[in-house]
């Protein structure tokens, strides 16, 4: 138990629609990161947010967006999905920067574009 | 850009038996995680080390900073250890971790 939390658990969407995912963090973690975990392959770094401002992105397009909010929630969002968009799709929070703090991952949101 | 590669990719092997897996990295980093992943994907994190060697319950880590590299050992492995093994490193410069692909293990009773 993390104290992680992630919504939906699944979630089935078309090519071309909008989703958006939540991560609740643990209280006082001020950081956290988005990974996306295709089938067989290691987690994949989307962004991080620290204090409500994006902290550091990877190489994902645009259309791939986020928040951070004061409660230590944040969400993740993915406008005109693409068939490779499906995926796992993790969050993690930290107490402070990040990279070398240990990370508390929620248990995904499994995301299937059809 | 730091690359992470994990060896052997699939790993199975008899209860009991001692298993051993593999982690390079080609930047110099100050820690090293590694995780675990059961089937249907939480991720847990079983340790960060950046210098020696760590030890929880039958699971050790250890790291050499200077080769680059870091195994994780299990010790009289058990088929409650079946997971995805995953080794992460910081990616110099930037505020991620880079992920290897995964050792996946099974354990046979």
């Known amino acids: 138990e993390t104290g992680v939390t992630q919504s939906p658990t699944h979630l089935i969407k078309t090519r071309g629609q909008q989703v958006t995912l939540r991560c609740s963090s643990q209280s006082g973690h001020n950081t956290v990161s988005w990974y996306q975990q295709a089938l067989g392959q290691g987690p994949q770094f989307i962004f991080q947010y620290y204090r409500e401002e994006e902290n550091g992105r990877g190489n994902f397009p645009p259309r791939f967006s986020g928040l951070q909010f004061p409660n230590y929630s944040s969400e993740l969002n993915v406008n005109a999905l693409e068939l490779d968009d499906s995926a796992l799709y993790l969050c993690?929070?930290?107490?402070?920067?990040?990279?070398?703090?240990?990370?508390?991952f929620g248990p995904g949101t499994r995301l299937t574009v059809l | 850009k730091n690359e992470v590669e994990q060896s052997p990719q699939n790993l199975t092997a008899q209860e009991g038996e001692f298993i051993t897996i593999n982690c390079s990295y080609s930047v110099g980093i100050s820690a090293l995680h590694w995780l675990q992943q059961h089937p249907g994907g939480g991720i847990v994190s079983l340790f960060m080390?950046?210098?020696g060697k760590k030890k929880h319950g039958r699971l050790i880590a250890t790291i050499n900073i200077q080769e680059k590299h870091s195994s994780l050992h299990i010790t009289a492995s058990h088929p409650r250890d079946s997971a995805v093994y995953i080794c992460a490193a910081p990616d110099r410069g930037a505020q991620k971790l880079v992920f290897g692909q995964g050792t996946r293990l099974t354990i046979n009773p």
């Open positions: 080390l950046s210098s």
């Open positions: 993690a929070s930290t107490p402070g920067g990040g990279r070398t703090d240990t990370q508390y």
